[in-house]
């Protein structure tokens, strides 16, 4: 849709053109700000008889803006809650959207580790706030789901292709071959059912991993019918069979990296001497209830919203819950990677003005979701290490490593040990960083007790947020049948991403 110019507008919102003469063009600036000291970039417009409204857009994810419902907290984190809190809440579809799935699907939790990302651009200033220890120790928190993107979970759900069954059923020692596909809405129906076969088949205690699970909230994905949106939620099926310390018990089923789900919001605040009533807002609007893919190039029809008249006295501030984002990072099985995808869900009303004594007063588009702040649990940095187990053909997960190299002036190296000849990893960094890698060396003990030693990297490899490289030597036939145990061992070092890598994130997430 091509940008309505002024009179357009107007003739649109049906104000009448008596207002082209009249103080419809009030003066709009993009206005450098602080909310409960986080600079921001918003707009604000000189209305008339000296009113002034100040509008700032936000992206929250849905843990920090349910947090202002919750005990204040001390330090950093009381000061990000108050970006949500002290404002009058008006009501809108998207946070009557926000709420149902909150009161149906939410469920409280303990962080162990808690941080906050924030990108303020063209503002110069980025980066993360560590919360740990900031009043958050025996805090309980609420979300809906997973927004520490790094996680990817084995779910008891999803129904497994014949070929997988029957290689399970049998026992037969031998992994089933492995498949990727997107979820559909078959997938989410029968939950319960398909938890109960999970059982079976695995003799697994689903409770056992409730927590963890939750995370995961495949009710919630099963209520917004997730599975209706062709290309949104990648699952890979596999089995495996663990012998001699590759995995301890058969395993598989689907594995998927829940979407984060992000809140957007605009804040505006009266910053004149005189009481001013917002009659309505205008803007960009869907009243589409249903999951959809995300996509910026074809925007909702422009209208006036119809919300209610909010009067806000001097420094009285409103805000409105805008739309809800669903976002998923890339998926990988071997060569083939399918792509991350967003998609948006329930009605949506995203300001381009506001409306005072009958006049349209639009912003002038220079500013746009000038913050980004989201939370993340569990997500401390360090890149992570893989194995290949030939006898259970998975990759297994070893956790993190070189996790004191956490800058180029501590580069170091890490030596891992396996029970086994271990010949390929896999290096993956899942985080908001760059890791270098300089070296790797394999060191294969054969039955004889003499160790053959394998070069791993020939040039320095280096690896952000989403990216991973394989490390794999083929052993000549004579070392492979006399090889007892392998250790490698990596050399290099990570580094939390950069103002400009913090830009460049910001600016994918929001075009």
Not at 26 to 33: E, G, I, K, P
Not at 150 to 155: I, K, P, S
Not at 351 to 371: C, E, L, M, W, Y
Not at 481 to 489: C, E, G, N, V
Request: glycine share 8%; aromatic share 8%; with cysteine.
């Amino acid at each position: 849709m091509s940008r309505l110019n002024r009179r357009d507008l107007i003739a649109s919102l049906g104000v009448g053109a008596s207002l082209l003469a009249s103080r419809a063009n009030a003066l709009c600036d993009v206005w450098r700000d602080e909310i409960a000291g986080v600079p921001t970039k918003s707009y604000q417009c000189t209305v008339s008889e000296g009113q002034v409204l100040t509008t700032t857009f936000m992206r929250l994810s849905d843990v920090m803006f349910d947090s202002a419902g919750g005990a204040p907290l001390d330090g950093p984190a009381g000061e990000y809650q108050s970006l949500v809190r002290g404002h009058r809440l008006i009501e809108t579809p998207a946070l009557e959207t926000f709420s149902r799935l909150f009161e149906t699907h939410s469920f409280a939790f303990e962080p162990s580790n808690l941080e906050v990302e924030f990108d303020m651009r063209g503002q110069g200033l980025s980066g993360r706030e560590d919360l740990s220890g900031a009043g958050t120790e025996g805090r309980r928190w609420r979300t809906l789901g997973v927004w520490d993107e790094t996680l990817g979970l084995f779910m008891p759900a999803f129904p497994l292709p014949a070929v997988l069954r029957r290689a399970i059923e049998n026992r037969s020692g031998v992994a089933g071959p492995r498949f990727l596909r997107h979820a559909t809405a078959e997938d989410f129906r029968d939950l319960d059912a398909k938890r109960q076969e999970y059982v079976r088949l695995w003799g697994a205690n689903v409770e056992d991993r409730a927590d963890l699970l939750s995370f995961g909230n495949l009710d919630m994905l099963a209520d917004i019918e997730a599975g209706s949106v062709e290309g949104f939620l990648p699952l890979l099926f596999h089995a495996g069979f663990g012998q001699d310390g590759c995995s301890g018990a058969a395993r598989g089923g689907a594995l998927y990296v829940p979407p984060a789900l992000y809140v957007d919001v605009a804040v505006c605040r009266n910053d004149g001497a005189e009481p001013a009533e917002i009659e309505d807002m205008f803007g960009a609007a869907e009243t589409t209830t249903r999951l959809r893919p995300y996509d910026p190039a074809t925007p909702p029809r422009e209208e006036r919203f119809g919300w209610r008249p909010v009067t806000l006295a001097p420094g009285e501030s409103l805000l409105a819950v805008q739309r809800l984002i669903f976002g998923a990072r890339p998926t990988t099985l071997d060569e083939e990677t399918i792509p991350a995808t967003r998609a948006v869900y329930g009605p949506t009303h995203l300001p381009k003005g506001v409306i005072v004594k009958g006049q349209p007063v639009a912003f002038d588009g220079r500013s746009h979701n000038a913050v980004i702040l989201a939370s993340y649990a569990n997500c401390c940095s360090c890149p992570y290490l893989e194995s290949w187990c030939p006898r259970a053909e998975e990759w297994i997960d070893h956790g993190k490593v070189l996790a004191e190299c956490d800058a180029p002036e501590r580069a170091g190296s890490e030596t891992r040990h396996f029970r086994d000849a271990r010949c390929r990893f896999r290096i993956s960094e899942r985080e908001h960083e760059d890791t270098t890698l300089t070296a790797a060396r394999l060191d294969v003990t054969l039955d004889d007790g003499t160790t053959r030693v394998f070069e791993l990297l020939d040039a320095p490899r280096r690896l952000t947020i989403g990216e991973s490289c394989e490390l794999a030597v083929e052993l000549p036939p004579g070392i492979a049948r006399r090889a007892r145990s392998s250790a490698l061992t990596l050399w290099g070092h990570y580094e939390k991403f950069t103002q400009a890598r913090f830009e460049a994130r910001s600016l994918a997430l929001t075009t």
